[in-house]
């Protein structure tokens, strides 16, 4: 009795995960043959490739077509390679696309309910509360907290060069970004510049250090859907008590109330003092098309998730930008010599002192961050999901609800058909003459459109002014373990990382 069973389970399993196969094949997608089970999705569920370099081999492959078919399991995605396609889904079209589908169980991991996690009504609500967060007065309110950290940074290289001038700057890099975090996001001096092993750096860590198991419960929820609002988590439970201690501690200290210190939990707490957060429904309307009001409450976890993320996309993706740019700068000295004149004619009009708008005015050293980011982007892909039936205009193409869209954000800012010879590091791709030269939507850093990244200026501005602390000082050149060719940890799928650090050598400036 069992073996008829199981083989009508193993049956049932079989057509349910290739009920989808032919979808692309219908509708005259060019793609690549599913397998059973996994369908093109294989090797990244065993974490030996990353959606960014997946997604380039197959953007590379099919040079004619504006779309490529892919299929992560039995869910049907498409990528896109046309810029203008890309402008519709991201933002023209963003009705039809404001899912990111990376939601998961908010009851099990709670800190899933995080602006950059959230869809549909709870995104929108959330960015309507949170936006004001990030004006340029507050950027200015904050600046100076970002100088105290960047000025840190002369300590620690000083102290790298008297051993041998050798030096990981990822994370040296890391340290700044968290030591920075802590202070701006927390209201927390954690010294994590000069203690590599404070708990807020020991929490990033582990916050983008994926094991084999959190891999394997990636790679069940991408072939079994059904399993991201199941009851398994993968946000290891010690990082939630840990964050929401934290979080709670400074609260009750504050009396849940903002304390005059500019940091992002005054912010939060300013934001959530001013209760329901109510607005126009994205998901929901009345018969005559008009959206219907909802509302939602900014209760403690919530604000702890948007704690969350503020923390870990802030320091991991200003990290990430700020220490390739010194990876390409020191295999570059004559730019680098260049952004450090620049560096120091803005700096004596400023009293040799950084500050806001000295950081603004350097306008190469931010062409070089923009390069560093073009050449290897924080996310190597953005993925959107259709929610209701949708024809692509240039192609005539019907998407279903459900089907995945993948821009494929390290594929376009590496197609010579807008950069050319694009692993050259140039930094004259960021002139306006050059922007005005190429469609907007082939350069995507931090995403474009209502979902763009909400942090983006100040992620800018902190990486800014960690550059121009340590260029300022120091100048940078390949070490005895540097490798020109940064290796990719391909376990990491949202964010993009590197294995081995990016090692330099520091010296100080001779001037």
Same mark, same amino acid.
């Given at each position: 009795?069992?073996?008829?069973?199981?083989?009508?389970?193993?049956?049932?399993?079989? +057509?349910?995960?290739?009920?989808?196969?032919?979808?692309?094949?219908?509708?005259?997608?060019?793609?690549?043959?599913?397998?059973?089970?996994?369908?093109?999705?294989?090797?990244?569920?065993?974490?030996?490739?990353?959606?960014?370099?997946?997604?380039?081999?197959?953007?590379?492959?099919?040079?004619?077509?504006?779309?490529?078919?892919?299929?992560?399991?039995?869910?049907?995605?498409?990528?896109?390679?046309?810029?203008?396609?890309?402008?519709?889904?991201?933002?023209?079209?963003? !009705?039809?696309?404001?899912?990111?589908?990376?939601?998961?169980?908010?009851?099990?991991?709670?800190?899933?309910?995080?602006?950059?996690?959230?869809?549909?009504?709870?995104?929108?609500?959330?960015?309507?509360?949170?936006?004001?967060?990030?004006?340029?007065?507050?950027?200015?309110?904050?600046?100076?907290?970002?100088?105290?950290?960047?000025?840190?940074?002369?300590?620690?290289?000083?102290?790298?060069?008297?051993?041998?001038?050798?030096?990981?700057?990822?994370?040296?890099?890391?340290?700044? /970004?968290?030591? +920075?975090?802590?202070?701006?996001?927390?209201?927390?001096?954690?010294?994590?510049?000069?203690?590599?092993?404070?708990?807020?750096?020991?929490?990033?860590?582990?916050?983008?250090?994926?094991?084999?198991?959190?891999?394997?419960?990636?790679?069940?929820?991408?072939?079994?859907?059904?399993?991201?609002?199941?009851?398994?988590?993968?946000?290891?439970?010690?990082?939630?008590?840990?964050?929401?201690?934290?979080?709670?501690?400074?609260?009750?200290?504050?009396?849940?109330?903002?304390?005059?210190?500019?940091?992002?939990?005054?912010?939060?707490?300013?934001?959530?003092?001013?209760?329901?957060?109510?607005?126009? /429904?994205?998901?929901?309307?009345?018969?005559?098309?008009?959206?219907?009001?909802?509302?939602?409450?900014?209760?403690?976890?919530?604000?702890?998730?948007?704690?969350?993320?503020?923390?870990?996309?802030?320091?991991?993706?200003?990290? /990430?930008?700020?220490?390739?740019?010194?990876?390409?700068?020191?295999?570059?000295?004559?730019?680098?010599?260049?952004?450090?004149?620049?560096?120091?004619?803005?700096?004596?009009?400023?009293?040799?002192?950084?500050?806001?708008?000295?950081?603004?005015?350097?306008?190469?050293?931010?062409?070089?961050?923009?390069?560093?980011?073009?050449? +290897?982007?924080?996310?190597?892909?953005?993925?959107?999901?259709?929610?209701?039936?949708?024809?692509?205009?240039?192609?005539?193409?019907?998407?279903?609800?459900? !089907?995945?869209?993948?821009?494929?954000?390290?594929?376009?800012?590496?197609?010579?058909?807008?950069?050319?010879?694009?692993?050259?590091?140039?930094?004259?791709?960021?002139?306006?003459?050059?922007?005005?030269?190429?469609?907007?939507?082939?350069?995507?850093?931090?995403?474009?459109?209502?979902?763009?990244?909400?942090?983006?200026?100040?992620?800018?501005?902190? /990486?800014?002014?960690?550059?121009?602390?340590?260029?300022?000082?120091?100048?940078?050149?390949?070490?005895?373990?540097?490798?020109?060719?940064?290796?990719?940890?391909?376990?990491?799928?949202?964010?993009?990382?590197?294995?081995?650090?990016?090692?330099?050598?520091?010296?100080?400036?001779?001037?």
């Amino acid at each position: 009795m069992i073996v008829p069973i199981l083989i009508c389970l193993l049956i049932f399993l079989y +057509f349910y995960l290739n009920r989808t196969r032919n979808y692309w094949a219908i509708r005259n997608v060019k793609h690549e043959p599913p397998i059973p089970i996994f369908g093109n999705h294989f090797l990244n569920c065993l974490g030996w490739k990353s959606m960014a370099c997946i997604t380039t081999d197959l953007y590379n492959k099919y040079p004619e077509e504006k779309v490529v078919g892919y299929f992560r399991g039995p869910t049907p995605e498409l990528i896109i390679r046309d810029p203008e396609i890309v402008r519709h889904i991201l933002n023209v079209d963003f !009705v039809h696309f404001h899912h990111r589908g990376l939601a998961r169980n908010e009851e099990k991991e709670f800190l899933m309910k995080n602006l950059f996690h959230a869809d549909g009504d709870s995104w929108k609500l959330l960015r309507q509360r949170l936006t004001p967060a990030f004006t340029t007065a507050k950027l200015k309110a904050m600046f100076p907290i970002v100088i105290k950290c960047a000025e840190k940074l002369y300590k620690i290289g000083e102290a790298k060069v008297n051993e041998d001038g050798d030096c990981d700057v990822r994370d040296l890099m890391a340290r700044f /970004s968290t030591d +920075f975090i802590g202070v701006c996001g927390f209201g927390i001096e954690m010294d994590t510049i000069n203690n590599e092993n404070s708990m807020f750096r020991n929490l990033g860590k582990r916050v983008f250090n994926r094991t084999l198991k959190e891999v394997v419960m990636f790679a069940l929820w991408d072939l079994f859907p059904f399993f991201r609002k199941s009851g398994y988590r993968v946000v290891d439970e010690r990082i939630e008590k840990t964050l929401s201690g934290i979080c709670v501690s400074i609260f009750e200290q504050r009396n849940y109330k903002p304390s005059g210190r500019n940091d992002f939990i005054d912010l939060l707490l300013e934001l959530a003092a001013n209760g329901k957060i109510v607005g126009e /429904s994205i998901e929901h309307r009345h018969p005559d098309g008009s959206p219907k009001q909802t509302e939602m409450d900014m209760d403690l976890k919530c604000l702890i998730a948007q704690v969350f993320v503020f923390f870990a996309a802030g320091f991991e993706t200003s990290s /990430s930008a700020t220490s390739t740019t010194l990876h390409h700068l020191a295999h570059n000295p004559e730019l680098q010599a260049k952004i450090q004149n620049e560096i120091d004619q803005v700096l004596s009009k400023y009293d040799n002192k950084l500050c806001y708008d000295a950081v603004a005015e350097m306008s190469l050293l931010d062409m070089a961050l923009k390069e560093s980011m073009r050449i +290897f982007p924080p996310l190597g892909v953005l993925q959107r999901v259709c929610t209701s039936k949708y024809n692509i205009p240039q192609l005539n193409i019907n998407l279903d609800p459900g !089907v995945k869209i993948i821009i494929p954000i390290q594929a376009l800012q590496m197609d010579e058909q807008y950069f050319p010879n694009p692993n050259k590091f140039n930094l004259e791709r960021f002139t306006p003459d050059e922007l005005n030269k190429r469609p907007k939507y082939a350069y995507l850093p931090f995403g474009e459109g209502p979902r763009a990244c909400i942090g983006a200026r100040l992620g800018q501005m902190q /990486s800014l002014a960690g550059l121009a602390a340590v260029l300022h000082k120091f100048s940078v050149e390949p070490g005895k373990k540097t490798q020109r060719k940064l290796k990719i940890n391909h376990r990491l799928n949202v964010i993009q990382g590197v294995v081995d650090g990016i090692p330099l050598k520091l010296k100080l400036r001779d001037k």
